[in-house]
């Protein structure tokens, strides 16, 4: 008796160390820590190497410019190749849900048994705080990205703090200048309601379900926006194209010069630079007070 | 023998043929003259079984409409022109009926090798019909007719694209088809051609019969002459062949 | 087959060796297509998965095969034998060197069905996109003939009621757009053209469909020569010109549409093999619609094979492929052919 009782403890000490053996040792690359990701997303790639994960990556798309370091390819964001991702022998692939046939795109991938994570274009702070989660689970960095969300949270409650106005400020984002816009429905008009901003274009939200309607030129003039975002500044408008045109001298954000060329990129990245986006517009609001 | 009787052809509320009485016999050459309006090609599509009609025609006692039981050639006087296709394919289109289509025989592909040469084609034979010049398109379009040896052949101004010696050459050919029993029915603007190859004449206008009968009577006829409101003289030629002009003086 | 006879016979009007020979091409185009990508695979294993010998493609390599580049490649052989056979009938019925298969509106009113399809409701409706194209494309022509008013006496008013279906269609897609911005892109890629995720699903019900509409065309494929006289001069060769025309124009519809909406619009498949093939072969009668069909798909396969690999890892969308090949082609084949005023 006294033997069976020493072999049954000897049992469960065997027992115990094997089920701690195998939940500390990763089983395969499917379940544990993805090591060859492929990030088709710009947001997502800025994203994956603020959360640690950038040692995981192994190819972004043609046009993740950021982080400079980031391994940038040929590949496609919005036309995926689902050979040509065969290629890189990845295990995991960061996949844009606006991309061509997504869905069929990650029903081949899945089918060749390479896991998809379909990164669906957030709606707002909160939705981009629980995608920076999701991808730091998705990369085992979960603990990162954890922090990466905290830190985001109180840099942007910051930069609301100091840039929010009690009075109402009129403003016009404009997306080219035939004066397609965004209003308060897309992303980027969320973060200046965040400011307490008025939108000029949203009494025309009804024209386009996605939220970019083209406004007319005299409604804009009328509207009399405070304040000009360009975000076609790359494409040479500023204070100086504006002026020129006709009527708009008028408006009181092309007369008191607050016209404001935004940098490019950042503020159609989600990630984590969006907080250099809400630091940017605050910088602006202040310098019209 | 090809019975027309009470035949009524209407497009929409107009009357083209009116109450047409006629008896087309079989073997024989038989032509309409008449002015323009007169409503003669629509006869001849009537006579094709293509065009629909009240009344009756019949042809050896079978009703004509719809029915593809008999073997009938028409030669159009503006044919659609196939782009692309060579002369010896277009001709060969007319074996369709005997051979079927797609299929044609050796001795289809023989004798339309003969009726090229006949109608002076052959050197032509793998040119495109859209090349040909008023002329030979007709011609090729009489050759067509010829390789379908129809038992009917029904030809809509065969000769108005055609020089004179030209003009008889065809002509002669189409007669030669009576030997072989084809019935021909042809409409033309040259009323003394007319009378030199039919044997029978029917005169028309606006839609009605005036009279039909052998081409000697019809010549001499006051219908003619009403058919074409006075307009026309009649000259006989010393070996007997009438010759028909027109007026130069316009007042009647 | 360029002379036609010498002496006393008249060389035979179709060869049916080119028709065995464009099968060949075919099955040889193919396997260069299952062949080539970016990923490398074996030649002598390709062959052995496919037959079923030991030895073959394994794992994730054999998936590639049989379940990507295998139902890409027959897409691309269903599409283009339906795009080139309908043009090629449309071209005989309206007797018109320039018709392509969609005329009488199809494209626009595919078009028109997949705006539909995508701003309905986004992604969960794109699964009914294929649907939403297809009915589209037979109601745009549906609507042509009932414009037209006659079924078909007159050819050339149903080309121009099809015209005004298609511009009509053109305009409500534009503004549908325009309210839905975020479809600008779905709908463009669509319109471009692409085989880039074909699956065997798709490959399944697109050849029921275009088998269907192909088999009724080369039945009635020898009498469709008489479609190209007049109405008169056709019915004394035994055919009932109307009647095969509307039958001719249902059927090519119905293989339009589906290829439509399996790959969206891919242009100038239609209008050029059908020359293509005539300028080769000399002849220009419907007999050599089987043969257009093989050879529309060999074209479509080798343009989606450069659409793979040309500009690899981008996807070069095919409907570029299709214009950069096919409008020289088509210039140098017109030339020859003579079709510009002598």
Known sequence: MFQNRSSFGVRILVATITIAVLGLTPTSAASGKPQRIISLSPSATET??????????????????????APISKLSAFSPNVEALLNYKPDLIILNADATKAIEVKAALEKLNIKVFLEKAPKDLSQVYLEITALGRATDNLASAQTVVTTMKGKIRAAIKSGRQAKKISFFHELDNTLYTATSDTFIGKVYKDFNLTNVADPAASADSAGYPQLQSEYLIKSNPRIIFLSDAQYGESLATLMKRPGWNGISAVSKKSVIALPEDIPSRWGPRLVDFYEFIAAAIGKIK | MIKVEDLNVRFGQKEILKDINVEIEHSKWTCLVGPNGAGKTTFLKALLGSQSYSGSITDSGAEVYGNHDRNVAFVPQQPQIPIGMSVSEYVMLGRSKRDGWGNESKKSRTLVADILKLTGLFGMLNQFVSQLSGGEMQRALIARALAQEPTLILLDEPTSALDLHHQIAVLNNIELLKERGVTI?????????????????????????????????????????????????????????PVIVAKKDLSN | ??????????????????????????????????????????????????????GGLTGQERT????????????????????????????TVFRNPLADPYLLGAAAGAGLGATIAITSAGADLYSLLPIFSFFGAILAVLVSFFISGKFFAEPNSLLLSGIAVGSFATAVQTYLQQRNSSSLRPVYSWILGELTVANWQKVTW?????????????????????????????????INPNRLRVIAVIAATLATATAVSASGLIGFVGIVVPHLVRGITHRVTNRGLLTIALVGASFLVLADLGARTLLSPAELPIGVITAFVGAPFFLVVLRKKRLVAK
């Open chain 1, 48 to 69: 994956l190497f603020a959360i640690g994960a950038g040692s995981q990556v192994i190819a972004v798309d043609d046009l993740s410019n950021f982080p400079t370091n």
């Open chain 2, 185 to 241: 029915v042809s409409t033309m603007h040259d009323i003394t051609l007319a009378a030199m190859y039919a044997e029978k004449i029917v005169v028309m206008r606006e839609g009605k019969v005036l009279l039909s009968g052998t081409s000697d009577f019809v010549i001499h006829s006051p219908e003619l002459q009403v058919a074409f409101e006075n307009r026309i003289s009649v000259f006989t030629l010393d070996s007997g062949r």
């Open chain 3, 1 to 54: 087959m360029k002379k036609l006879g010498s002496e006393s016979v008249i060389s035979p009007i179709w060869n049916w060796k080119i028709t065995a020979a464009s099968f060949s091409l075919l099955i040889f185009v193919v396997f260069l297509a299952i062949s080539f990508g970016p990923v490398h695979l074996e030649f002598q294993k390709i062959i052995r998965t496919l037959f079923g010998l030991p």
């Open chain 3, 64 to 91: 590639l095969l049989i379940d990507l580049r295998l139902p890409r490649a027959l897409l691309a052989v269903i599409v283009g034998a339906a795009l080139a056979t309908s043009g090629a009938v449309y071209q």
């Open chain 3, 206 to 238: 697109s050849s029921i469909y275009i088998f269907i509409a192909l088999t009724i065309l080369i039945t009635v494929s020898k009498q469709l020569d008489g479609l190209m006289l007049t109405d008169e001069e056709a019915y004394s060769l035994g």
